[in-house]
Nanobody
Framework: QVHIVESGGGLVQPGGSLRLSCAAS????????IRWYRQAPGKQRELVAT???????NYADSVKGRFAISKDNAKNIVYLQMNSLKPEDTAVYYC??????????WGQGTQVTVSS
């Protein structure tokens, strides 16, 4: 069992930055893939960034060069650093965790709004 809590969202102007946090608790040793998704109003949820337990990362084309996913193993936190934010980045951002025994866990989401 893994409990996920996202935080760090808020209102930011275009060109600004935010850092989202995905904090995990419970059976954290079983986690092998962590993904950030986002869902904008009227749109499907889309994959933004991925990090594996080994540290491999991947990004959606729309955020490459602007977003960076990282992890702090000691704190069991995965971050999504978002720079050069655009209005089209506005969405609810969710952290998704895959564990070795086959279950997936989601946090509650955190709202990111990019607006002048």
């Amino acid at each position: 069992q893994v409990h996920i809590v996202e935080s760090g969202g808020g209102l930011v102007q275009p060109g600004g930055s935010l850092r989202l946090s995905c904090a995990a608790s419970g059976s954290v040793s079983s986690i092998y893939v962590i993904r950030w998704y986002r869902q904008a109003p009227g749109k499907q949820r889309e994959l933004v960034a991925t990090i594996t337990s080994g540290g491999s990362v991947n990004y959606a084309d729309s955020v490459k060069g602007r977003f960076a996913i990282s992890k702090d193993n000691a704190k069991n936190i995965v971050y999504l650093q978002m720079n050069s934010l655009k209005p089209e980045d506005t969405a609810v951002y969710y952290c998704n965790v895959d564990v070795s025994y086959g279950s997936a866990y989601w946090g509650q989401g955190t709202q990111v709004t990019v607006s002048s």
